[in-house]
C-alpha cells in the first residue's frame, strides 16, 4: 500500500468508493493568527477530490491523507500549507501531492527549508507550477518535484529532468472526472499534471515495493526529450474540418446523439449546421468542461451505458463524430453495461 498525502480543498465525503481510501483526514485554517485543526475535509470545491480520482487510476492500491486548506473557492493560506507539511514531516507518507501554488515570496524562504527537510527524510514532494507562471512555490523548492502541463499523447507518459527548476513535464490534457454530487466534468492544467506524476510515482513505489533508488527509477520511465514530437498539435485538430458521410447521418442512434448535443451543449440554432464540420473544441462553440461532463452523463443516461472515464480526455470527444465512436464502442462491450 502507498501511503499519498493530498494538501488541497478535501474530498467528497458522499464519494464513498474515494472516502474507503482515507487513512485520515482534517481541515486547518488561519483564524485569530493561529492556526486551527478541524477535524473535517469535506470538499466543497471538487479540487481535491478530482486529485484523488485521477491519482488512484494509476495506484489502485493507495492509501490517502487529505489536508484541506483550500475553501469552495479554491483560496486558502500559505501559512497552512506550511503547518500542513510540517504536519507530515512529523507523520510520514510516501508522496505528498500539492496541486496548489503561491508566487507570494516571503513565504518562498519556510516552504524551501520544510520542503528540504521532508525530502531528505525520505518523502518525495510533488508540486503544480502556478499556470501561465515560471516560478510559484512550493514548486521551485528544493526537495520538490515541480510539475508543468504538457500535451503528451498517454497519460502515463513524462519528461524529468532533476537539474531544471521545473523539473517535471506531465499531462495536462482535461480528462473526464467524477466530481461533487457524482457530476461529471473534465480536470485539466497543471494541477491535473501534477495528480498525474504522483499519481505514476506511486504505482511505481507500488511496483518496487519501496522508495530506495526511486529517482534511478523514474528517470528510467520518463520519455526521451527528443521524443517532445509526440506531443499533441491542439491548434490543428481544434482548427481541422471533419467528414460525415449520408450513411452515418441516417443512423438512428446518430440522430439522437445530435440532439442531445444540440441541447446539453446548447448549440444556438444559427451554428448547429457547424457540429458536422468542426470540433466541438472549436472557440465559436465556447463550450465549458462543465457542459461536457454534463453531455457525457447524458449519453450513459439515453443509451444506459457506463463509460470509462479514465480513458476519455477532450481530445478524445473532439466533434461529434469521435463522441459517436466511443459511444458504439461502448454499447458493444458488456462490461460497461449498467
Avoid at 440554432?269 to 457525457?296: A, C, T
Amino acid at each position: 500500500m502507498v501511503d499519498v498525502a493530498i494538501i488541497d480543498s478535501g474530498i467528497d465525503m458522499r464519494n464513498t468508493d474515494l472516502c474507503n481510501m482515507v487513512s485520515k483526514g482534517f481541515s486547518l485554517d488561519f483564524t485569530n493568527s493561529n492556526i486551527v485543526y478541524q477535524n473535517e475535509y469535506n470538499d466543497l470545491n471538487g479540487h481535491g477530490t478530482y486529485c484523488a480520482s485521477i491519482i488512484r487510476r494509476f495506484c489502485p492500491e493507495v492509501r490517502f491523507t487529505i489536508i484541506k486548506i483550500l475553501d469552495q473557492n479554491k483560496l486558502g493560506c500559505s501559512k497552512c500549507l506550511i503547518e500542513a507539511l510540517d504536519y507530515l514531516y512529523h507523520n510520514p507518507v510516501d508522496i505528498v501531492n500539492m496541486s496548489l501554488s503561491t508566487q507570494d515570496e516571503q513565504f518562498g524562504k519556510e516552504l524551501w527549508e520544510i520542503c528540504g527537510k521532508m525530502k531528505r527524510s525520505g518523502m518525495i514532494l510533488v508540486s503544480s507550477l502556478a499556470n501561465h507562471a515560471e516560478i510559484s512555490y512550493p514548486a521551485v523548492c528544493e526537495g520538490v518535484i515541480g510539475v508543468r502541463g504538457s500535451q503528451f499523447l498517454k497519460e502515463n507518459e513524462y519528461i524529468y529532468h532533476s537539474d531544471e527548476t521545473i523539473q517535471c513535464l506531465g499531462s495536462s490534457i482535461p480528462v473526464l472526472v467524477e466530481g461533487l454530487n457524482g457530476i461529471y466534468t473534465f480536470f485539466g492544467g497543471n494541477s491535473k499534471a501534477a495528480a498525474n506524476i504522483s499519481g505514476i510515482i506511486a504505482a511505481q513505489l507500488q511496483k518496487s515495493g519501496t522508495t530506495d533508488n526511486f529517482e534511478e527509477s523514474f528517470k528510467e520511465n520518463a520519455q526521451d526529450t527528443e521524443k517532445k514530437g509526440q506531443t499533441l498539435p491542439i491548434n490543428c485538430i481544434i482548427n481541422n474540418k471533419i467528414t460525415i458521410s449520408e450513411e452515418l447521418c441516417d443512423e438512428s442512434d446518430f440522430k439522437q446523439l445530435k440532439m442531445i448535443m444540440q441541447e446539453v451543449l446548447k448549440i444556438p440554432v444559427e451554428k448547429r449546421k457547424l457540429l458536422f464540420e468542426r470540433s466541438i473544441l472549436h472557440p465559436e462553440f465556447n463550450i465549458d468542461r462543465e457542459n461536457f461532463g454534463k453531455l457525457m452523463m447524458a449519453i450513459e443516461k439515453e443509451w444506459k451505458i457506463s463509460l470509462k472515464k479514465e480513458e476519455i480526455n477532450l481530445l478524445s470527444i473532439r466533434d461529434i463524430t469521435t463522441i459517436y465512436d466511443l459511444l458504439k464502442r461502448t454499447e458493444i462491450n458488456e462490461d460497461f453495461k449498467k
